[in-house]
């Protein structure tokens, strides 16, 4: 057996079912070199298929028993025709073909008896453009391990060869061997402190149910029911979306908020709006769930140390600002309980709480109850250079995760070349889209900066400002930016009308 498997890591195995397959994904919108053939993609995945000696965890199998997870054995020899698939779509730059496409390869479990991981590349009948989707079960590790893992396979520069992630051999670290005795005792005395501490959280949490301690991190189970939320289903719907992380540090900066609490009310608002249109509309505030790593600096990377709590978002006000400052507050008092108890208490709170909404998730009676959150939203710090894989450009990548129990919208954004990345997924039980939701996120983004200097601007008035198309990123490289033209004032509210 070459490595134990922590609490979080079993739990995400047991509760994995053909409806909620719990690998992510790392969707990459690459650009072939100039001189490419028309067997470039081919030719790739040919060349990938040679890679057969794979390293941790890419040669890694679980085993189990019943349902159990034990943990991860090396296997003699990878499948690279189930680990390496070939895909042909029309046109890769029609992102909205595109995500229904990835969709269709994000629904499915990975096979079990196998390493969990496949590549995906998917060649364009036209132009220079072609996609990867990388999927990869979350076992493995959290955001920040699967990210380090592949920036490996890339390089910095063009080259006519390549070492893919799973073939990519790391530094192993090696722990000084502890005293088994002193180690048992240091354990337990770990155990009793994050005992403790999980203690008052639970305290506290009561004392605000009984409204005698009201400030304080919000009850599990609190959030509120709405289309997206709800008993998992096995369809999916994906969207991406991209805006200059430059903009998001300097509008954070002028408002003084972190680039996650900027994120956090852009995205309410656009969810909000995105409820609207499907006949939604309510003064109860959304809830996200908040990852918090609890990962060291100097940890090695592998398996999942993370936490994830609920923070309450902004309701009851249209002006955008006043819902940043109720979101920052909301935020900085589940990131202070954070900072003052034992960082093993919150990742045994998450387990608790999570494993009760996956216990909810197993019996279907996940509709029942009030969700954990309707969003989780995490951020996922990516290389800042441009990066090529053999001699093809990396032009962006988008993390597209798994669901969590109870439903709701997973949104990951990675910064990539002072960009970020995001990706959006959830089931498609009610909806049959998430552009749209897309859209509404950078409009609000847009609303944010704007009100700013001028005050009279409302959440009403998303739908109303001026968007360009939604087109790839991949298009800025090929195709001239069209020209602005002057309108009247009638022209415009025309153009103005959602």
Known sequence: MSKRLSILDRAVWLTENKHNPKHVAGFHLMTMPENADKNYCTNLVAESKKHTQAYYPFDCRVVSFFRLAIGLKKVDNL??????????????????????????????????????????????????????????????????????????????????????????????????????????FVDVWHFIVAFFDIAIIFLRLLLKLLRIYPVYMPIPFSGTKTLLTGQVTSGRVIATTDISFEEITALSRRLRASANEVILCCFDIGIHKFLTDYG????????????????????????????????????????PYLRLRQIIENHRIVKGVAKRVYPAAFSYYTVLIQGMAMFFEMLKISALFKPLGNILISNVPGPKQTLYFKDSRLDALYPISTITPGGGVNITFLTYNDTANVGLVCCDKDIKELESMADYFKEAFELLKQCIDDPSLTTDDLGEIAKTPTKSILEDHFHPQPEIQNLDNSDKNNQLKT
């Open 79 to 184: 499948d690279m025709d189930y680990h390496v698939k070939h895909h042909k779509i029309a046109d890769v730059s029609d992102m909205k073909a595109l995500h229904k496409f990835t969709a269709k390869l994000h629904e499915p479990m990975l096979d079990r008896d196998k390493p969990l991981w496949q590549m995906h590349v998917i060649e364009s009948e036209i132009g220079k453009q072609f996609a990867i989707f990388f999927t990869i079960h979350h076992i493995y590790g959290d955001g920040a391990s699967l990210v380090k893992w592949f920036q490996e396979s890339y390089q910095t520069e063009p080259s006519e060869s390549f070492v893919p992630a799973w073939a990519t051999q790391r530094k192993k670290y090696h722990r000084p061997k502890k005293n088994a005795y002193l180690s048992f």
């Open 280 to 319: 939604q509309e309510f003064d109860r505030p959304l809830y996200t769930q908040m990852p918090i790593n609890m990962r060291r600096p100097n940890d090695p990377v592998g398996g999942n140390k993370i936490a994830i709590v609920p923070v309450q978002l902004a309701y009851g006000k249209k002006d």
